[in-house]
């Protein structure tokens, strides 16, 4: 069946380091991904998406971009702030439209 | 401003005594969804509606129940809360089904005595 594996955290970072998560994915066809976002106490915010290979999806700062070929949506930011510290979840659209979720990693950026 | 909104974002509640949570969205979308959170967890979709057509996920609880009177409200009903069901709800919405970018609430943290 379709998957998401992301990698687990807690990842722990100093502010202005590098960010990547990485999401894995299993699936037949071409899905949609997404990355959510999860700060504390709040519900879910999409972050960014992408609907096809090689497509490139960004926002505030960071990007991933859709490997077919690795079937994989590593998010990366290239400076990371405090206020980034949240749960981070990828996540698929499968052919029956639902949203299948990884685990989450959670980021904690220390100053 | 907030476009889908969860009313309480904190609901105290005893063991088997029935409990509702409410969600209303400005978006005037289609389709609107439950969701159960628990701590660490990645999001568990219980059921969503889409208009009026009321679909269940295979393995969501009978315990758990909802109700949808129009676009803007959906409510989620706990029957006979239990200790397992204490969580965080998270209720979303989406335009359609095939466009499924989702927009999510605050989410109401259910504690169960």
């Known amino acids: 069946g379709n998957s998401v594996t992301q990698m687990e955290g807690p990842v722990t970072l100093s502010e202005e380091a590098f960010l990547t998560i990485n999401c894995t994915y299993t699936?037949?066809?071409?899905?949609?991904l997404f990355w959510y976002v999860q700060y504390p106490g709040e519900g879910l915010q999409l972050l960014l998406k992408a609907t096809k290979a090689d497509d490139k999806g960004s926002n505030k700062g960071f990007e991933a971009t859709y490997r077919k070929e690795t079937t994989s949506f590593h998010l990366e930011k290239g400076s990371v702030q405090v206020s980034d510290s949240a749960v981070y979840f990828c996540?698929?659209?499968?052919?029956?439209?639902?949203?299948?979720w990884g685990a989450g990693t959670k980021l904690i950026i220390k100053p | 401003d907030a476009m889908v909104i969860q009313n309480p974002r904190y609901q105290v509640t005893q063991f088997g005594k029935p409990v509702t949570l409410s969600c209303s969205q400005t978006?005037?979308?289609?389709?609107m969804y439950w969701y159960q959170q628990k701590s660490s967890q990645a999001p568990k979709l219980l059921f969503h509606y889409y208009d009026k057509d009321f679909n269940n996920e295979a393995d969501t609880p009978d315990n758990f129940q909802s109700r949808r009177p129009n676009t803007s409200f959906c409510f989620l009903d706990i029957r006979s809360p239990g200790l397992g069901d204490a969580a965080m709800y998270l209720c979303?919405?989406?335009?359609?089904?095939?466009?499924?970018?989702?927009?999510f609430g605050a989410g109401t943290r259910l504690s169960v005595l």
């Open positions: 978006l005037n979308h289609n389709v």
């Open positions: 979303a919405t989406s335009f359609n089904i095939a466009k499924n970018i989702q927009y």
């Open positions: 699936a037949t066809g071409y899905p949609s």
């Open positions: 996540a698929l659209k499968d052919s029956n439209y639902q949203l299948i």
